[in-house]
Nanobody, 117 residues
Framework: QVQLVESGGGLVQAGGSLRLSCAASGSIFSINAMGWYRQAPGKQRELVAAITSGGSTNYADSVKGRFTISRDNAKNTVYLQMNSLKPEDTAVYYC???????????WGQGTQVTVSS
């Protein structure tokens, strides 16, 4: 099993930056990929960015060029650097890990990001 703890959310003005962190613990050697999802009020949860165990990344079109996902293997932590934030980026951001042969999903508790105009 895997435990995920997010941090770094908050309130920022449009054009500002935030960095989210997701610390993983437990059976981390069986994690296949990690990612960040977000869910705005009244909307479905959507993938923001993901990084595989091999280091490949992918991003939602809406955040390409503004957000960067990265990881620190020594700290078992994945980061989401968010620049040029827009009010439409306001959402609860969730860390996700895909684990094991069955590609099980694990989720963090979520962290609120609010971008004011």
């Amino acid at each position: 099993q895997v435990q995920l703890v997010e941090s770094g959310g908050g309130l920022v003005q449009a054009g500002g930056s935030l960095r989210l962190s997701c610390a993983a613990s437990g059976s981390i050697f069986s994690i296949n990929a990690m990612g960040w999802y977000r869910q705005a009020p009244g909307k479905q949860r959507e993938l923001v960015a993901a990084i595989t165990s091999g280091g490949s990344t992918n991003y939602a079109d809406s955040v390409k060029g503004r957000f960067t996902i990265s990881r620190d293997n020594a700290k078992n932590t994945v980061y989401l650097q968010m620049n040029s934030l827009k009010p439409e980026d306001t959402a609860v951001y969730y860390c996700n890990a895909i684990y094991g042969l069955a590609d099980l999903d694990y989720w963090g508790q979520g962290t609120q990001v609010t971008v004011s105009s």
